[in-house]
């Protein structure tokens, strides 16, 4: 036994003991306070679940106007991809005579559709037969799975996922990111003193190149959870520390089912790309379980630094490191060598722009915002991961865009404009139940920023004009589509004390014309004339009724003088085209909570306001606008034998270019102008019915089919008096009145020698 001899020594060494007993007692403590805040913390870890914003469904039917080239478009667009023969959900194959489909399953807010394999056969006019592959049934009606179209997350967070369970997914996505992350991580305890021993050999002898990291699956997780990315030993130790307490609470089959819903794969503008549930929409725009190995890999590879090794900028990179997993694979008997050739040679299959983006259709997304907010209750809303199930249709989305694109430039070039010079802003919607089919809020339609559709206040100029003439039909009693209004100067002195003298657009005088052809011809002294003669009052409620909010009581309203948007608009001619029934615009179908169930919403009614018979007799006015009118450009690109209903509307200097119009199925309003407010030099006629006519075409919009009201009939009337007609007169046109208040007199045609047309009828068919 060796003797102390000196006491300083022997005091010192006592010190030391008691220091290191203290140390290691509140080391001890430290570690029992550090465990419980990782049980504490991953207990509560909660993943923001931001909601899922999921396009309308395609239903396809026999009889559905698409036909099977069309459809094959629609399948690409979903991520189905072409095979020879069907190898799971989520492909598709082209037969002799048929196109067969691997449907995915998918659950909607009715009902769950299941898997199953169909067959199509269709003509140049859509869709003729469906049936269930393997049998002789055939299927009456089915959906395609919906497009993912964006994701709204909370303001305090720009995370983004869409989680996933460990059993679920490819068993060679986590085999893999063992192989490549973790080769161990069924054996150690939460670090692996082998790979740091081994990270630590690499990076001596690699110097300042790129260093390689010991971390496990496990501490990664820890870091991405709970710690900072700083760059220090405390940092490294810590996080060793809580990965082997972590491990002591949680199963490895928890802690990997975690790490593939948390790690970081990419970014979408401010929107983080979390895990590997949404990484695979984002980039390869299909499900994570129809993923081919190279597809795995290249996740899998992303996964390392999705900074440096962004498929989209760096795809020879990309390639490299994706090629060098797949020989990992390989080398851990995850794949065959011919399984690894074949994917080698396949391209990355990554998606051009953001597939699955919430910047794909910005302006449509800001609508699905603002109106979910005004129809659930707030506390509803916060239930996490929400399904939303919405309008709108990817095919007249694209087709607006498409005209908006490739129109604007022209506008600009007819006019001598800058390009860049002109904006935009368009609105579809259905004409059966008011569903908002499409919107576009800039001429950069992925532009997330200013939404024009929804908060640009514009002078709507004579798109007010059938509200006028609307409120005058109402009166049958005073007015009907024939009778003769002139046209000739008014002056009115206003509340302020100024004077108010409109003129026409032309600052022409056209004399006496009938009440149709001067909306037709939008001109606008008969229309101040009829407007303040049926009162400001009347013609404001009518608006109001038609579903405008707040227009102002001055009789400049009657020309147009009221601030809207383009949907504001469009709320207001989709109950035109609904012959008087109002139905708030929607962009949301259902919400459903991520356990399946509806939320209940604020309710809302089908209401008649605007009286069937006028209404009726405005529409047909209004069909007239194209056919002779204003709008008489869009016959040259509207299908031939069809009629649609629409107004053109300009306002003062030309600032504003506007056109609102529908057929039997789909409402249009489109606007053209400058943020600056300086004239464009383009009336509704020259610029936004450019827009309007061939956007109808490419949607194959159905035209009209206007059914009379039971108070509504037809006469033969001389359009020259306004008066019924018979035999004897000629040029004559039959004309809808209101039943109660047809003409009682008869024009004498023979007598009156008029044979030919009035002025406003030379200058009409001139």
């Given at each position: 036994?060796?003797?102390?001899?000196?006491?300083?020594?022997?005091?010192?060494?006592?010190?030391?003991?008691?220091?290191?007993?203290?140390?290691?007692?509140?080391?001890?403590?430290?570690?029992?306070?550090?465990?419980?805040?990782?049980?504490?913390?991953?207990?509560?870890?909660?993943?923001?679940?931001?909601?899922?914003?999921?396009?309308?469904?395609?239903?396809?039917?026999?009889?559905?106007?698409?036909?099977?080239?069309?459809?094959?478009?629609?399948?690409?667009?979903?991520?189905?991809?072409?095979?020879?023969?069907?190898?799971?959900?989520?492909?598709?194959?082209?037969?002799?005579?048929?196109?067969?489909?691997?449907?995915?399953?998918?659950?909607?807010?009715?009902?769950?559709?299941?898997?199953?394999?169909?067959?199509?056969?269709?003509?140049?006019?859509?869709?003729?037969?469906?049936?269930?592959?393997?049998?002789?049934?055939?299927?009456?009606?089915?959906?395609?799975?919906?497009?993912?179209?964006?994701?709204?997350?909370?303001?305090?967070?720009?995370?983004?996922?869409?989680?996933?369970?460990?059993?679920?997914?490819?068993?060679?996505?986590?085999?893999?990111?063992?192989?490549?992350?973790?080769?161990?991580?069924?054996?150690?305890?939460?670090?692996?003193?082998?790979?740091?021993?081994?990270?630590?050999?690499?990076?001596?002898?690699?110097?300042?190149?790129?260093?390689?990291?010991?971390?496990?699956?496990?501490?990664?997780?820890?870091?991405?959870?709970?710690?900072?990315?700083?760059?220090?030993?405390?940092?490294?130790?810590?996080?060793?520390?809580?990965a082997i307490l972590l491990e002591r609470h949680v199963s490895k089959h928890d802690i990997?089912?975690?790490?593939?819903?948390?790690?970081?794969?990419?970014?979408?503008?401010?929107?983080?790309?979390?895990?590997?549930?949404?990484?695979?929409?984002?980039?390869?725009?299909?499900?994570?379980?129809?993923?081919?190995?190279?597809?795995?890999?290249?996740?899998?590879?992303?996964?390392?630094?999705?900074?440096?090794?962004?498929?989209?900028?760096?795809?020879?990179?990309?390639?490299?490191?994706?090629?060098?997993?797949?020989?990992?694979?390989?080398?851990?008997?995850?794949?065959?060598?011919?399984?690894?050739?074949?994917?080698?040679?396949?391209?990355?299959?990554?998606?051009?722009?953001?597939?699955?983006?919430?910047?794909?259709?910005?302006?449509?997304?800001?609508?699905?915002?603002?109106?979910?907010?005004?129809?659930?209750?707030?506390?509803?809303?916060?239930?996490?991961?929400?399904?939303?199930?919405?309008?709108?249709?990817?095919?007249?989305?694209?087709?607006?865009?498409?005209?908006?694109?490739?129109?604007?430039?022209?506008?600009?070039?007819?006019?001598?404009?800058?390009?860049?010079?002109?904006?935009?802003?368009?609105?579809?919607?259905?004409?059966?139940?008011?569903?908002?089919?499409?919107?576009?809020?800039?001429?950069?339609?992925?532009?997330?920023?200013?939404?024009?559709?929804?908060?640009?206040?514009?002078?709507?100029?004579?798109?007010?004009?059938?509200?006028?003439?609307?409120?005058?039909?109402?009166?049958?009693?005073?007015?009907?589509?024939?009778?003769?209004?002139?046209?000739?100067?008014?002056?009115?002195?206003?509340?302020?004390?100024?004077?108010?003298?409109?003129?026409?657009?032309?600052?022409?005088?056209?004399?006496?014309?009938?009440?149709?052809?001067?909306?037709?011809?939008?001109?606008?002294?008969?229309?101040?004339?009829?407007?303040?003669?049926?009162?400001?009052?009347?013609?404001?409620?009518?608006?109001?009724?038609?579903?405008?909010?707040?227009?102002?009581?001055?009789?400049?309203?009657?020309?147009?003088?009221?601030?809207?948007?383009?949907?504001?608009?469009?709320?207001?001619?989709?109950?035109?085209?609904?012959?008087?029934?109002?139905?708030?615009?929607?962009?949301?179908?259902?919400?459903?909570?991520?356990?399946?169930?509806?939320?209940?919403?604020?309710?809302?009614?089908?209401?008649?306001?605007?009286?069937?018979?006028?209404?009726?007799?405005?529409?047909?006015?209004?069909?007239?606008?194209?056919?002779?009118?204003?709008?008489?450009w869009a016959v040259s690109v509207l299908p031939a034998g069809q009629t649609f209903a629409?107004?053109?509307?300009?306002?003062?200097?030309?600032?504003?270019?506007?056109?609102?119009?529908?057929?039997?199925?789909?409402?249009?309003?489109?606007?053209?102008?400058?943020?600056?407010?300086?004239?464009?030099?383009?009336?509704?006629?020259?610029?936004?019915?450019?827009?309007?006519?061939?956007?109808?075409?490419?949607?194959?919009?159905?035209?009209?089919?206007?059914?009379?009201?039971?108070?509504?009939?037809?006469?033969?009337?001389?359009?020259?008096?306004?008066?019924?007609?018979?035999?004897?007169?000629?040029?004559?046109?039959?004309?809808?009145?209101?039943?109660?208040?047809?003409?009682?007199?008869?024009?004498?045609?023979?007598?009156?020698?008029?044979?030919?047309?009035?002025?406003?009828?030379?200058?009409?068919?001139?």
């Open positions: 036994m060796i003797r102390i001899q000196s006491p300083l020594l022997r005091w010192l060494l006592i010190g030391l003991a008691i220091s290191a007993s203290v140390g290691v007692v509140a080391f001890a403590l430290w570690l029992v306070q550090l465990d419980k805040e990782v049980r504490v913390r991953y207990a509560g870890v909660k993943w923001v679940l931001p909601a899922q914003v999921y396009a309308a469904p395609m239903d396809l039917y026999p009889g559905a106007p698409i036909t099977v080239p069309d459809l094959r478009r629609e399948l690409d667009r979903l991520g189905y991809r072409l095979s020879d023969e069907l190898s799971g959900p989520g492909t598709y194959q082209m037969a002799v005579d048929e196109l067969r489909v691997d449907i995915r399953a998918f659950s909607f807010w009715d009902s769950q559709q299941q898997e199953q394999r169909v067959a199509f056969k269709g003509d140049a006019s859509g869709l003729t037969a469906i049936r269930a592959m393997g049998s002789d049934r055939s299927i009456d009606l089915l959906r395609l799975d919906p497009m993912l179209i964006g994701s709204i997350y909370p303001s305090h967070s720009a995370e983004d996922r869409v989680l996933v369970k460990l059993d679920e997914v490819p068993p060679l996505l986590p085999a893999t990111l063992i192989q490549v992350e973790d080769r161990g991580f069924e054996d150690h305890f939460g670090v692996s003193l082998k790979g740091i021993l081994r990270a630590a050999v690499t990076n001596a002898f690699r110097g300042g190149a790129r260093k390689q990291g010991g971390s496990t699956i496990t501490q990664q997780l820890i870091k991405n959870l709970f710690l900072s990315n700083e760059q220090s030993y405390a940092r490294k130790i810590r996080e060793a520390l809580m990997l089912e975690a790490y593939l819903n948390e790690v970081w794969l990419g970014q979408d503008g401010n929107r983080a790309i979390h895990g590997f549930g949404l990484a695979s929409q984002f980039y390869f725009n299909k499900p994570l379980n129809e993923l081919r190995p190279a597809e795995i890999a290249l996740l899998v590879g992303i996964a390392k630094g999705p900074t440096v090794y962004n498929p989209r900028r760096f795809p020879d990179r990309v390639r490299d490191r994706r090629d060098l997993v797949l020989q990992l694979m390989t080398d851990g008997g995850l794949i065959r060598e011919d399984e690894r050739e074949v994917e080698a040679l396949s391209p990355l299959g990554v998606q051009n722009g953001k597939a699955g983006g919430v910047e794909r259709y910005p302006a449509f997304i800001d609508l699905v915002r603002r109106q979910i907010k005004g129809l659930y209750r707030e506390e509803d809303l916060g239930s996490e991961g929400l399904r939303i199930f919405t309008t709108l249709d990817p095919r007249a989305q694209e087709r607006l865009e498409a005209r908006i694109v490739a129109d604007l430039p022209d506008l600009e070039k007819s006019r001598q404009l800058k390009t860049g010079t002109l904006q935009a802003a368009g609105v579809v919607t259905s004409v059966e139940g008011g569903e908002v089919l499409a919107m576009v809020g800039d001429r950069n339609v992925r532009f997330p920023g200013f939404n024009r559709a929804l908060d640009s206040q514009r002078p709507i100029g004579s798109l007010a004009k059938p509200f006028v003439y609307l409120a005058a039909l109402a009166d049958p009693g005073r007015y009907n589509l024939a009778s003769i209004v002139v046209d000739e100067p008014i002056e009115l002195r206003m509340p302020n004390g100024s004077r108010w003298a409109p003129k026409n657009y032309d600052h022409k005088l056209h004399g006496a014309v009938p009440l149709y052809a001067a909306l037709a011809r939008s001109y606008n002294l008969p229309t101040v004339k009829v407007g303040l003669d049926v009162g400001v009052d009347r013609v404001h409620d009518m608006l109001e009724a038609a579903g405008l909010q707040g227009p102002p009581r001055l009789p400049s309203m009657f020309l147009g003088a009221i601030n809207a948007s383009p949907l504001d608009v469009a709320q207001v001619y989709s109950t035109l085209a609904a012959n008087g029934y109002l139905t708030p615009l929607l962009a949301i179908r259902e919400v459903m909570t991520k356990d399946g169930k509806p939320l209940s919403r604020y309710s809302f009614q089908l209401k008649q306001t605007l009286p069937e018979g006028p209404v009726y007799l405005t529409n047909w006015a209004m069909q007239k606008v194209i056919e002779f009118g204003t709008a008489r629409g107004k053109t509307g300009t306002t003062d200097d030309a600032r504003d270019s506007w056109f609102a119009g529908f057929g039997g199925d789909r409402v249009a309003v489109v606007w053209v102008g400058r943020d600056d407010n300086k004239p464009v030099g383009l009336d509704g006629a020259a610029g936004a019915l450019r827009i309007w006519g061939r956007l109808m075409r490419d949607l194959n919009a159905r035209g009209l089919d206007l059914a009379a009201p039971a108070e509504v009939v037809d006469a033969v009337i001389d359009p020259q008096t306004g008066l019924l007609a018979d035999e004897g007169c000629s040029g004559t046109m039959i004309m809808p009145f209101m039943a109660d208040a047809l003409p009682t007199r008869y024009a004498d045609c023979a007598n009156a020698g008029q044979s030919g047309p009035l002025d406003w009828l030379k200058d009409i068919f001139r």
